[in-house]
């Protein structure tokens, strides 16, 4: 079974960087053809893509967040990270780590809330 689960603090201060971590079990992270992306739901919102890593190592982020978005993955581990740099209230969110293959996100982490407040 392909499990996702994302883990990072809670709460984070203004101006600071968020990073959080997806850790992969059940399918390695360089499997063919795979992206490995991170989603973002603000409450009362809609779900946001901020961009992915691929298989390769090659990724690709949102035009509104390229500019403090950064996802890296560590092969050894299996797991894929998220920075986001000076972060703002606006930035709070249910951040959720997602495999896409074929057109489709087809396995999901469960989501960790991160409150962005001084």
């Known amino acids: 079974q392909v499990q996702l689960q994302e883990s990072g603090p809670g709460l984070v201060k203004p101006s600071q960087t968020l990073s959080l971590s997806c850790t992969v079990s059940g399918v390695s992270i360089t499997s063919s053809q795979t992206s490995w992306n991170w989603i973002r739901q603000p409450p009362g919102k809609g779900l946001e893509w901020m961009g992915k890593?691929?298989?390769?190592?090659?990724?690709a982020y949102s035009p509104s967040l390229k500019s403090r978005t950064s996802i890296s993955r560590d092969t050894s581990k299996n797991q894929f990270s998220l920075q986001l740099s000076s972060v703002t209230p606006e930035d709070t969110a249910v951040y959720y780590c997602?495999?896409?293959?074929?057109?489709?996100?087809?396995?999901w982490g469960q989501g960790t809330q991160v409150t962005v407040s001084a």
């Open positions: 890593i691929h298989y390769d190592g090659n990724g």
């Open positions: 997602a495999r896409g293959y074929s057109f489709s996100y087809d396995h």
